[in-house]
């Protein structure tokens, strides 16, 4: 079998015992990254004498018996917005075009020490503000199955990478949707945790009650077993979580016998693409086959998730991003003849189109005036959303639901009407305010040959029961494989 061919977890394997080695396997991932690049752009920064070195060093601490994990010697890709001691991380912004971090995000560091060698940083939507990754300021990615088409947002570079072969496994990171998404539109698994599971530090913020970063992988399997390596208490992230249940990989064979899955009538109603619909129905009756009982119920306030998500992120985007001012890092502008005129300048020059919007957009619902008009109001409906979950958890184990409405779109098309765009998170953003887990599964592809996700969502810390349902579900679908070209 070509190292290409194998998911993480078999090429972890392969390397233990003896069949390849590390730097054997980093040269098959460059090879096919050399072949793409130019194509799909999946990368902002590819660190190739660095990555050779860190092989060698893990292959040395693999024949020394040091690295027994499942992924060690496994070549890994980061998203842009997690931050990397040495290594550039500019979160697709002009403003961090030169950062160059100190530190490295505790789950990066996590994955490292466990043997995976770090090969580079994956293109987004600039500050993860965005659902295409065409608002990066390096230039939009490609989608492996179409290249004319995106790849999601904002972790496509993650998702499209680990499709198109030049990664293995990719981390990216989750606000409304931003791994599962992308999964879906790339044809690979993605898994938002539960909120606090994973710790943040590290992780440069969009909007801090909801970031969560997650795995992006060829199967389950390989989610399995990257979750139980970063899934982690963290001191120094105040909303990490302390858990005992991180034994994901074990789970996988309790198979679904008996578990209540429910299918949101209000998620399957007009503005879903039939080409999504069906296949998603047509997973749920494997579910169903595999002894699941699946039945359709009102979950409510569908409508209301967007403009409560988008007011709430907004919102904290804008207070998260006031410390990019040109003072202390990152970009400034030059020829100004004051402090104001260099906060104003620098700004100006260094964010994107669609950063500045969200940036106005949550200052205007933090202002004295409207406070309690929109965000208040906000945070009033994102508690009514966690209730209806809470109550639909009482009655059902998991939830069933596309991870997008459409197949990924024609690149070009999502920017000339950002509202339209916002609406393309409808199925993912509830996750999020309700501090969910979810996973995507790919379960078809439509009539271009674009690939269709299968949402699954749990209730707070029930990430084995969305493993156990997706991995029935991949089992009984089989492989669904890379893309292997590129139009």
Known sequence: MRPMDMTAVELGTAIREREITAP??????????????????????????????????????????????????????????????????????????????SYTAEAVRRLEEGGMVLIGKTNMDEFAMGSTTETSAYGPTGNPWNAAHVPGGSSGGSAAAVAAGECFLALGSDTGGSVRQPASFCGVVGMKPTYGSISRYGLIAYGSSLDQIGPLCRDVRDCAAVLEQIVCHDTKDATSVKRNDTDFTAALAEGIAGMRIGIPRDYMTEGLCEEVREPVLAAAEVLREKGASVEPFDLGLVEYAVPAYYTIAAAEASSNLERFDGVKYGYRAGDCTGLHEMYRKTRSEGFGEEVKRRIMLGSFVLSSGYYDAYYLKALRVRTLIREAFDEAFASYDIILAPAAPTTAPMRGKSLQDPIRMYLGDIYTISANLAGLPGISVPCGRDGKGLPVGMQLIGDRFSEKKLLRAAYAYESARGAFGICEEVR
């Not at 396997?25 to 799909?40: C, T």
């Not at 660095?50 to 060093?57: F, K, L, Q, S, T």
């Not at 070549?75 to 991380?89: E, Q, R």
């Open 24 to 101: 054997e396997a980093l040269q098959a991932v460059f090879a096919e990254i050399d072949r793409k690049e130019e194509r799909l752009h999946c990368y902002i920064t590819l660190d190739r004498e660095g990555a050779v070195r860190r092989a060698e060093a893990v292959q040395k601490k693999i024949d020394a018996g040091e690295l027994t994990g499942p992924l060690a010697g496994v070549p890994l890709a980061v998203k842009d917005n997690l931050c990397t001691a040495g290594m550039l991380t500019t979160c697709a912004s002009r403003i961090l075009g030169n950062f160059v971090p």
